[in-house]
């Protein structure tokens, strides 16, 4: 049997101001990780990446990582992703000073 | 101070130009990032995780107050007020968006300075000692010949790809204020049994994932010598190393692998075809650069201001105990301002900071400002007379603690909080460990002691050449901490040794303390510091107090 598969996200980054993006379902880039496509297929997840990059005018280094639906959305798994949702832990700077 | 040239004037300018128009094709989408990324390395310009991050160029450290306040005022217009001084001598923007870094750059041309060979596998900001010109101790100004060795290598047409990243550094004592030791190729000024000058060469330094000790490869060159025998080193590496594996391509590991005897005599058989192609004229460079670093015209002044404050004030005593080093000229010293309050981000200034610094560098110390791997900020020319002035104006801007060379001083690189490259976070844990020494008020009492951290294998943050360093590391998805004991960046120089299982980021604190205070009961006295106990009891007792149960259990 084949492993069980991480359900994913797509991440990415921002072109024009490196802010990290998430891909919704609906093919919009949104700044807030609740807002991504929650992807529970092997296939439709490297789909995903492959739409991602073909939007590179827009965003930089597209990836999938691994998350988990929680109540709002979708979740971040590992500690790097869920810095990313917030910003960094020494000053009050990126995401989290915008919340 | 370090100028621009002709030449640098010129193709700064038209590297800017280029960079505006490569911006615009990426913006606009004729460029793929795959096409656009080399071009903005080549150009400082990294993705972080939050954001891009601009790497600035502080070439031997060396700035003027002209200099810093332009740093100051790109930190307000184009990033969110503060700027990050690195472990490199650089500095580093840390919110900067992609549309502005043309503007940013030429605001940096403006001052003559730039981001080229921060990145890439070129040869990098060559580095030196922070005292230049100013400690005691030297035999000479290690930075002529780190602005040499700069402009013979920028846009070398040899020297552009390199199978890795290459970095120089010049120290000028016997001392080692530069960690000559870890670097690729290290040039100390030194003087022979006759009195000449020359250079002894340190070659395959580095930290990173293979931490080696640079090797001697010769004791004395003579001073013409220099460009010819650097040239052959090269070359050697670029004709033997290794190009299969990222990891295999330094130079340490074609040292490592062919010997030092075998390098050296291929660098003497290079060196000897090499020479005569050098018609002398890298002399005549020298003899100019030279002139651009003149010393400062010393101030003659009575040195009551200073010796009154010394009595009165405890405050300044302290500062002026810990953070003063020696001067050549004894009415004058070395003031190392901190920017490591304790619980603040190690490296950081924020722009009102720097125009402080500035403004105190043009009104008392001949206008020279220089940046320390350490991360700190040095006044390197400043009559005591003058002190007592410049330490109250410090006071009110955060600028004024006393730790330099202390637990609390320490070497931390950005980690997860900003590098796209970590596994785990620094600089919370150097602030905890900062805050928390404070608090025990145990520092001067510590004494001497050089802690790192990096937040990644690629040591940034020299862990491997920390009394303690402290690695970070991912374990199954949570961060976790490795220390390792016994580590040193002089003259000294050694890599650390690991000193057992990894903390989680909860128990890396109290394991500090316990290693602290550990040391504190074994030293012989508080003249013994931690290095010199480790070096005289070995690692036994520093890794009982770092482990209280393993030993507990071995016992029972
Ligand atoms: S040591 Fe690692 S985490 Fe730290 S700055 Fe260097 S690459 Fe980034």
Known sequence: M?????????????????????????????????DAQLIEDEALAEERLAHAAGDFARLVGPYLADAVAG???????????????RGPSNYNHGKQAEA | ???????????VRERNRQFANQVERRIDGTLTE???????????LYLQLHAYMLRVAIPYGTLDSAKMRQLAMIADKFDKGYGHFTTRQNIQYNWPKLPEVPAILDALADVEMHALQTSGNTIRNVTSDHFAGAAADEIADPRPVAELLR???????????????????????????????????AVQIVKNDAGETGYKIFVGGGLG????????????????????????????????????????ARIKITVHENGIDEYRRLVDEQFALIRPTFSGVDQEMLKEIEGHFPAPTYINAPLDAYDAAYEADPVFRAWADTNLSAHKNDNYAIATISIKAHGETPGDATSEQMRVMADLAEEYAHNELRISHEQNVILPHVHKSNLPAIHARLKEHGLATANFGLISDIIACPGMDYCALATARSIPVAQEIALRFDELKLEHEIGELKLKISGCINACGHHHVGHIGILGLDRAG????????????????????????????????????RLIKGYLEVREDASETFIQAYRRLGSAPFKAALYPDATKKNAA
């Open chain 2, 1 to 11: 101070m370090y100028k621009y040239n002709e030449f640098d004037e010129a193709f």
């Open chain 1, 2 to 34: 084949a492993r069980k598969f991480t359900p994913k996200v797509v991440t990415a980054n921002d072109l024009l101001d490196g802010d990290v993006i998430y891909l919704t379902a609906t093919n919009e880039w949104s700044r807030d990780h609740a």
């Open chain 2, 34 to 44: 795959e096409e656009f990324r080399p071009l903005r390395l080549m150009n400082g």
């Open chain 2, 151 to 185: 402009q013979w290598s920028t846009d070398h047409p040899e020297f552009q790809f390199l199978g890795r990243k290459f970095k120089f550094a010049v120290g000028a004592s016997e001392h080692d204020r530069a960690v000559l030791r870890a670097h690729d190729v």
């Open chain 1, 71 to 85: 109540e709002n959305g979708p979740e971040p798994v590992h500690f790097r992703e869920a810095f990313r949702t």
């Open chain 2, 209 to 248: 994932r293979t931490p080696m000790i640079g090797k001697v490869l010769t004791d004395f060159l003579p001073a013409k010598d220099l460009l010819p025998y650097c040239e052959a080193i090269l070359t050697v590496y670029n004709t033997l190393g290794r190009r299969d594996n990222k990891y295999k």
């Open chain 2, 478 to 513: 949570v961060e976790n901490y490795q220390i390792t004991l016994g580590g040193d960046g002089s003259e000294n120089a050694a890599v650390g040794e690991r000193a057992g299982p990894g903390f989680a980021y909860d128990e890396l604190v109290p394991a500090i303390e």
